[in-house]
């Protein structure tokens, strides 16, 4: 059985995408393969007695053995995971693989460029590099001059709904639902602006945004819609399962992972066929060309006015997240583990 230590010190801090990610693959290591693996997690704090619940509040209070960076030696590991976009220690001595999910930090200008320096170092000291697409392979093995077999490519997964409760007062009024930090790079300016044509013939029809307010909403849009802020997944799946049309222009992603979430909720996806989306999406969404407001206007017009479209969205979209499941990724997340251990 393989002994892992994972790098746990954001799991208080990160309840979005790489947090979902974290929790899901130790989720799955626990359940689906607890034969094969059993985790350690590695905090920064010395003094582990006194943050020991925090850090099992944040994985449904399994009783995770926990220990500080600074005795992770004592240990035994036989790899470590850091699966925070990069090491955040380097002291280590024993094999070791990050997961990088993405190169936003290189290619968009100012997102977060201090960062650099985190994914370099994991570069130099992990045997292996985890991503989530074979579009952001291509990307961090240029940015970090690296060759390409440095990185396996694991696409992320979903979880399909179960039992959820829900709330009808969300099908009230009709909406357009955006999920994700509503900043330039999501193509949030293009979305308003489609809204706006939308709304002259369909007045009814709102957007919502889940999601952290960024530098793509002025203050002074027009347009009908409720920008939200942070939601919990327990609200969130709420809004997806109300949601009449789920729009996702973004212009840049190392994956896309709430377009596979809309799919596993059974709403009809709208999407932009750039970087790694279509490895998310596949066949399941309608593409629009990047920032093209008419173009993205006239496909939610059409997936409101056409039931066959939004059914076969629909069911296209089922289809797709049932096949890419968590338990995949652990899997093969595992895997790449398992090697690097030899």
């Given at each position: 059985?393989?002994?892992?230590?994972?790098?746990?010190?954001?799991?208080?801090?990160?309840?979005?995408?790489?947090?979902?990610?974290?929790?899901?693959?130790?989720?799955?290591?626990?359940?689906?393969?607890?034969?094969?693996?059993?985790?350690?997690?590695?905090?920064?704090?010395?003094?582990?007695?006194?943050?020991?619940?925090?850090?099992?509040?944040?994985?449904?209070?399994?009783?995770?053995?926990?220990?500080?960076?600074?005795?992770?030696?004592?240990?035994?590991?036989?790899?470590?995971?850091?699966?925070?976009?990069?090491?955040?220690?380097?002291?280590?001595?024993?094999?070791?693989?990050?997961?990088?999910?993405?190169?936003?930090?290189?290619?968009?200008?100012?997102?977060?460029?201090?960062?650099?320096?985190?994914?370099?170092?994991?570069?130099?000291?992990?045997?292996?590099?985890?991503?989530?697409?074979?579009?952001?392979?291509?990307?961090?093995?240029?940015?970090?001059?690296?060759?390409?077999?440095?990185?396996?490519?694991?696409?992320?997964?979903?979880?399909?709904?179960?039992?959820?409760?829900?709330?009808?007062?969300?099908?009230?009024?009709?909406?357009?639902?955006?999920v994700g930090t509503a900043e330039q790079r999501k193509g949030i300016p293009t979305l308003v602006r489609a809204m706006e044509r939308v709304q002259r013939d369909d007045p009814s029809l709102r957007l919502i945004i889940a999601g952290e307010r960024g530098d793509g909403l002025r203050g002074d849009?027009?347009?009908?819609?409720?920008?939200?802020?942070?939601?919990?997944?327990d609200i969130l799946a709420q809004f997806y399962l109300g949601a009449a049309v789920f729009v996702f222009p973004s212009r840049y992603e190392g994956f896309g992972l709430p377009v596979l979430e809309a799919m596993a909720h059974g709403v009809p996806v709208i999407t932009t066929n750039v970087t790694?989306?279509?490895?998310?999406?596949?066949?399941?969404?309608?593409?629009?060309?990047?920032?093209?407001?008419?173009?993205?206007?006239?496909?939610?017009?059409?997936?409101?006015?056409?039931?066959?479209?939004?059914?076969?969205?629909?069911?296209?979209?089922?289809?797709?997240?049932?096949?890419?499941?968590?338990?995949?990724?652990?899997?093969?997340?595992?895997?790449?583990?398992?090697?690097?251990?030899?």
């Open positions: 059985m393989l002994h892992i230590g994972v790098d746990a010190w954001n799991l208080p801090g990160d309840h979005r995408g790489i947090g979902r990610y974290v929790r899901a693959i130790l989720d799955e290591w626990r359940t689906s393969f607890a034969a094969r693996a059993r985790v350690t997690l590695i905090v920064p704090e010395w003094h582990t007695w006194t943050v020991r619940a925090r850090y099992r509040r944040e994985v449904d209070e399994h009783a995770y053995p926990i220990v500080s960076r600074a005795f992770h030696g004592l240990a035994k590991f036989d790899v470590l995971w850091f699966p925070w976009n990069g090491c955040s220690w380097l002291n280590f001595k024993r094999p070791a693989v990050a997961t990088l999910h993405d190169a936003t930090n290189f290619v968009i200008p100012g997102y977060a460029p201090e960062t650099q320096v985190i994914f370099r170092n994991a570069a130099a000291r992990c045997e292996h590099l985890i991503t989530d697409s074979n579009f952001s392979a291509r990307e961090l093995a240029r940015e970090l001059g690296l060759p390409l077999e440095r990185f396996t490519p694991i696409p992320l997964g979903v979880d399909m709904p179960t039992q959820v409760a829900h709330f009808p007062i969300l099908r009230e009024q009709p909406y357009v639902l955006f849009e027009s347009i009908h819609m409720r920008a939200l802020g942070f939601v919990d997944d790694a989306i279509p490895e998310a999406a596949g066949d399941a969404a309608l593409y629009v060309p990047l920032d093209d407001e008419v173009a993205l206007a006239q496909a939610i017009a059409r997936v409101r006015s056409d039931a066959a479209i939004a059914t076969s969205l629909r069911e296209r979209g089922l289809a797709r997240a049932a096949m890419m499941t968590w338990k995949k990724t652990a899997a093969a997340t595992l895997d790449v583990l398992e090697r690097a251990a030899l």
